[in-house]
């Protein structure tokens, strides 16, 4: 199959050219316009200041040529800056295209080797990045054209690039996360960059910043943008050294667990904990309305938790001020002077606040041996006591998982059953077919939600961070773990249809949808992609009745493989219980 077939391109290279040239008409004059001459005077330009063009008579409109109608767009861009500036952008505007005034070229240099200090000084990077550009297409040097059309290379690819990052919903400064990484080819087979010991970037930028010393005029310009670029916390060179240093401590603490593992010291005071003294609690960090925060509260203080640590990421004072009367439910405003208090901004991404505020309440301990981290739509369902289960946890354990069975979504009210994975029921892979036989192949588990579950973790244990589904110890997962038995994680995560297609959109683009494993079939997130796309709500709503609904059949082959959780359910009975009536 021909390149040109494959193209994006209608045409080719041949149509790429004619579009190109199409945009490169010149800048036509009307009788009496002119550019500056090459004589004029530069000294003065830097202290002169650009009016408001629709003030001035001569500047207004209607526009008499293509020339007057570029001068008047620049002026009321550049309104109160110099007018060294505007000239340098006028000069840009005309050398962009096939023709302009003869004596542009060189008066584009003068100005440059003139004035360029007035200029770097006054410069926004889009406007150095314009000028270099022209110097790859007029300079007068070897070395001017070649640094300026390789950094007008480097600069409109890192254009069209972050442009393109811009849809994977990740902000600039964030890198992507090491397990992400896709295992495919790059174009033109290249070898793709390695973050351990990659020299491309350094090569790339190092090799600009000499070339660009062979010329006086460039080499302040050049050097310029290269020492903004390096500085700039949101480009591709800031990430990959961000990742490459992630990467690199993950390496250094493998090395130093590879024998024993990563083994999170327990305190001694654990060790004689009985279920009569152990205390135990939650954190959570939660937005959603007043009766869903009391379900999740009273449900788990009924089964015996200590402390219920509530942060609210919506801050609301009417919430904090009902829930505070219980005395074992701590609530958390995270508002502005939280955050500021933290001594940092307000992560963006969720999961970030979740697992940062989790961390704060185990360093703090919250006065409990055992702290859970889960959130508002989960529910512990334990076959006996919390604090027998976790007085039961070997000593040397740091932290304890819970395995998660997802809610099945009855036609009116809450869950009153829910279902396994089939590795936690210790059936093979292949029952998910049989149970899901048009969509199981592309779920784990046949689950819509996580498969990983939460955890427990002992309080007081110096480096650990307790994110959403692990306990990390000096920054790698601690090693020293173990399976809580006879408790489940309910998970209301598509308790109704009406729920579920609510959370949709955030789910796909900031939760649970998005994709993110390094699987090379159909995925979750892919699999709702393509229904949304192919067939709308029809198709999603026969992924949810296949997948969550709760009926007599789809209960029937779950119990069949001892996939099916029964447990008595009612957190509505339970905040009348603990609160009483809700306001």
């Known amino acids: 199959m021909s390149a040109e077939k494959n193209t994006p391109y209608p045409g080719g290279i041949a149509a790429i050219l004619t579009q190109m040239e199409g945009r490169r008409e010149a800048l036509e004059l009307a009788p009496g316009e002119a550019l500056p001459p090459y004589d004029t005077p530069l000294v003065d330009l830097a202290a002169q200041l650009v009016p408001d063009p629709d003030a001035d008579p001569a500047e207004a409109p209607p526009f008499r040529s293509a020339h007057h109608r570029k001068r008047h767009a620049l002026r009321r ?169 992630r990467q690199a401590r993950q390496g250094t603490a493998r090395a130093k667990g590879d024998a024993a593992g990563n083994v999170a010291p327990v305190p001694a005071r654990h060790r004689g904990l009985t279920a009569q003294t152990l205390r135990w609690g939650i954190t959570a960090t939660i937005r959603a309305p007043l009766p869903e925060i009391a379900r999740f509260a009273a449900h788990h203080v009924e089964l015996g938790a200590e402390v219920v640590q509530i942060h609210l990421d919506a801050p609301d004072p009417e919430t904090e001020a009902f829930l505070s009367h219980h005395p074992a439910l701590r609530v958390t405003q995270c508002d502005d002077g939280y955050w500021q208090a933290q001594g940092r901004a307000r992560p963006e991404a969720h999961q970030v606040r979740q697992a940062f505020n989790a961390t704060q309440s185990l360093r703090d301990g919250l006065g409990v041996d055992w702290l859970g981290h889960i959130d508002v739509d989960e529910f512990l369902l334990p076959q006996r006591p919390m604090a027998d289960l976790l007085a039961e946890v070997p000593p040397g354990a740091a932290f304890a998982r819970v395995a998660p069975a997802e809610a099945l979504a009855p036609d009116s009210g809450l869950p009153q059953a829910f279902k396994t994975t089939h590795k936690h029921a210790g059936q093979p892979k292949s029952v998910i077919q049989e ?10 588990g046949g689950f819509l939600s996580h498969t990983s579950g939460k955890v427990f973790a002992r309080t007081g244990i110096d480096g650990t961070r ?89 209960r029937a082959g779950l119990a069949a493989h001892g996939m099916l959780i029964e447990h008595p359910f009612d957190p509505d009975a339970a905040v009348t219980r603990v609160f009483g009536a809700l306001p």
């Open 77 to 245: 861009e550049l309104t109160g800056r110099s007018e060294l500036v505007f000239l340098n952008a006028l000069l840009i505007a005309h050398l962009r295209k096939r023709g302009y005034p003869a004596h542009a070229p060189a008066l584009f240099q003068r100005l440059w080797t003139e004035e360029g200090t007035a200029l770097l000084a006054q410069l926004d990077p889009r406007w150095l990045v314009s000028s270099v550009t022209t110097f790859g297409d007029h300079g007068l040097s070897l070395v001017q054209r070649s640094v300026g059309l390789a950094l007008s290379t480097l600069f409109g690819t890192m254009k069209l690039y972050e442009s393109e990052r811009l849809y994977s919903g990740c902000a600039a400064d964030r890198p992507f996360a090491l397990g992400q990484r896709d295992r495919g080819p790059l174009p033109l087979e290249m070898d793709g960059y390695s973050l351990s010991g990659g020299g491309l970037d350094v090569n790339m930028i190092g090799r600009l910043w000499l070339e660009a010393e062979g010329d006086p005029v460039i080499r302040p310009l050049a050097h310029r943008l290269l020492e903004l670029l390096i500085a700039d916390e949101r480009t591709v060179f800031q990430r990959l050294m961000t990742m490459r240093k």
């Open 435 to 444: 149970l899901y036989p048009t969509f199981g192949a592309h779920l784990y």
């Open 466 to 554: 307790l994110g959403l589904h692990t306990l990390k110890y000096r920054g790698e997962v601690a090693s020293n773990r173990h399976r809580l038995g006879e408790v489940w994680l309910a998970h209301l995560h598509a308790r109704s249809w009406q729920q579920f297609r609510a959370d949709l959109a955030f789910r796909r683009s900031l939760g649970s949808y998005r994709k993110n494993s390094e699987r090379p079939e159909m995925g979750q997130a892919e699999l709702i992609s393509f229904l949304m796309e192919e067939e709308g709500d029809a198709g999603l709503r026969a992924l949810f009745d296949e997948v969550c609904a709760d009926t007599p059949a789809r």
